[in-house]
Structure formats: structure tokens, C-alpha cells
């Protein structure tokens, strides 16, 4: 079944996904989405959870790129986002590409940017969904900057002995994580001078190798077509258990940390080390199962 990826174009997590599309080679399907709320076609899926990228293939909807990548590894075994001699570890060097050092990337590009720029509505968005104070942002943007310089520089260490990617010949989650972190700084003009400062020799050299691995095959779907699909298929069957202190069937919420987006509500039926599933209904897409990563999300 199609994957179909709902995100917009100038986000580092999406393009992180774009990139697995591409390194796969799969076909999927775009549904664009706004870049703050409301996401209306979005939220009817996941229950709640407003955050980009979300992919659905058919009823099972997938929150946070851990969880996606996850789902496009079973999906489409080769080429593995988790090549040999890394393997797991790529989740490592991802989570911390996805965590610490992405705030890093982002304020050091978005510290460079006017509050015009940005817009009143995206600012008040980001405020009240992950407390963005203009001002505050003023003050750490040099420190974020010289955050950003020591992982380039690690990098670019990381590098030096000649190999084409993080964990060897062959790219994987890691790398995507670290390109999507890079490339969204590049992608804001203001924030040249940073980007130019991180784009060290072999760290340069690794990104237009990343870059090369492009997109996969995109076509466009639109919001109703994406619930419609959902409408016509069924949850895929389980993919864990339901670990203490939960039982199976368990009506739950699941909250995002840092983020004071809505919970989503559903019925449990994957809590342990792999991942979190709920079950839940739609209005407009009937039985779904949204499905989250361990790491990062409460369930209360
Ligand atoms: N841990 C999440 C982080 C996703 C994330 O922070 N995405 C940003 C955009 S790149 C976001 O949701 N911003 C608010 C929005 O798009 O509404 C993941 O790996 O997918």
C-alpha cells in the first residue's frame, strides 16, 4: 500500500522521511499540511496529535519519524535504514540529531530571522504550543550557533577517514537525522553565514551525498483523499504487547512531551520497548490505529 506523508515543504523532520522515501525507493503519496494549527485532514487521523510529519498507510497512522521509519523499515525492507556495522545505533545517533541538536539547529537559523519574516500567526503558534519567546530566542541564538559548530565539527571528524556515510558505505537513519538538522538551516537565507560555518570539507562532501539519494517518487493527494483511504482499509494487525502497569484494551491518552498539543485518546494495544498503539475511532475515516514511538511520549 502507498505511503502517504502529511507535512510541508520547509520541514527538517519531513524532509528526513522524503529522504528514506528516496533511499527505499518508494512511490508516496503528499498531502500538504499548514505549518501551524489548526491541521484539520491531519488531526481526523492521528486524534489529535498536530505535529509534522505523520504517515499514514491506509488505517495505520504513524506519529513522529522514530515511529515512521520504523513503519517504511517493514514496509520495504531494503535498503535498510539501519544498515550493518550500525544497525541500531543509527536510533542513537537520530535521537540526539532529533532531540538536543535540533533545537540547536533551529534556533541558530530561526534566531537570524525577523519577527516579520516569520509572521504573527506562526510565532503565536509556536509560543503557545512550545512556549517560543522572541526575545529569549535573541539572547541563546550564539550560544545554539556554537552548538551547532561542535556537532559539525564532530562530524566532520566523524568523517575524515574516508567514509561516505556515518556508519560506513552505506546511509542510514543517523545520517538523514544530522542532513535534515543541516539542511534546515541552509534552507533559511538569513541564516547563510551559520550554514556556510557547518559546511566543513568531508561534512559538505556527506551532505551532497545524502542530498543525492533524493526523494523517491511523489505524487499529490488532497486531505479527503488521505481519510478516504483510511476509510477503506482496517488497522494492520498487532505489533507488540501491552506492558505493566497497562493492560490490553485500556482506554488511554498520549501526550507528546514539551509540546501542549491535545492528547489522543484510544484504546491500548502496544505499549512496551518498540513502540505505543492506539486504537481509536474517526468520524470520517472509521477504525484507525495510530501508532507512536516509545521515547518521547507519556501515556496517561
Ligand atoms: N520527534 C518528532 C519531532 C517533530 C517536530 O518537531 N516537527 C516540527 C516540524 S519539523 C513540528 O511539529 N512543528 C510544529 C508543526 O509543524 O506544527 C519527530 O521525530 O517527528
Known amino acids: ?82 544498515p550493518a556495522p550500525l544497525g541500531a545505533m543509527h536510533r ?57 559548530r561542535t556537532a559539525a565539527a564532530w562530524l566532520d571528524a566523524a568523517l575524515a577517514d574516508g567514509r561516505a556515510f556515518l556508519g560506513g558505505d552505506a546511509p542510514g537513519h543517523g545520517d538523514l537525522a544530522f542532513y535534515a538538522d543541516l539542511w ?32 523517491g517518487t511523489r505524487t499529490e493527494m488532497t486531505p479527503d483523499e488521505a481519510i478516504a483511504v483510511a476509510r477503506a482499509a482496517a488497522p494492520g494487525a498487532g505489533l507488540g504487547q501491552v506492558d505493566p502497569p497497562f493492560v490490553a484494551g485500556q482506554d488511554v491518552r498520549v501526550k507528546t512531551e514539551g509540546c501542549a498539543d491535545a492528547p489522543v485518546a484510544g484504546r491500548l494495544v502496544r505499549y512496551d520497548a518498540t513502540g505505543i498503539t492506539l486504537l481509536r475511532e474517526s468520524d470520517a475515516a472509521g477504525e484507525v490505529a495510530v501508532h507512536f514511538p516509545r521515547l518521547g511520549q507519556m501515556v496517561l
Open 1 to 82: 500500500m502507498t505511503p502517504i506523508l502529511h507535512h510541508y515543504p520547509a520541514s527538517p523532520f519531513a524532509e528526513l522521511v522524503r529522504i528514506a522515501f528516496g533511499l527505499k525507493g518508494l512511490a508516496w503519496a503528499s498531502v500538504d499540511v499548514p505549518n501551524i494549527l489548526p491541521k484539520p485532514g491531519q488531526t481526523e487521523l492521528t486524534g489529535g496529535y498536530g505535529r509534522t510529519p505523520v504517515v499514514q498507510i491506509g488505517a495505520d497512522i504513524y506519529c513522529d519519524t522514530a515511529a515512521i521509519l520504523d513503519a517504511l523499515e517493514r514496509l520495504q525492507p531494503t535498503l535498510s535504514l539501519y
Open 92 to 148: 542513537m545517533l537520530a535521537h540526539w540529531a532529533g532531540s538536543t541538536m535540533f533545537l540547536s539547529f533551529v534556533g541558530a537559523a530561526m534566531g537570524t530571522m525577523t519577527a516579520d519574516a516569520m509572521g504573527t500567526g506562526f510565532i503565536a503558534d509556536r509560543r503557545a504550543r512550545f512556549g517560543l519567546d522572541m526575545a529569549q530566542l535573541a539572547a541563546v541564538t550564539p550560544h545554539l550557533t556554537g552548538q551547532t
Open 184 to 215: 534546515f538551516v541552509r534552507n533559511v537565507p538569513s541564516a547563510r553565514a551559520a550554514a556556510e560555518a557547518l559546511m566543513r570539507p568531508h561534512v559538505a562532501a556527506w551532505y551532497a551525498r545524502v542530498a543525492a539519494i533524493g526523494h
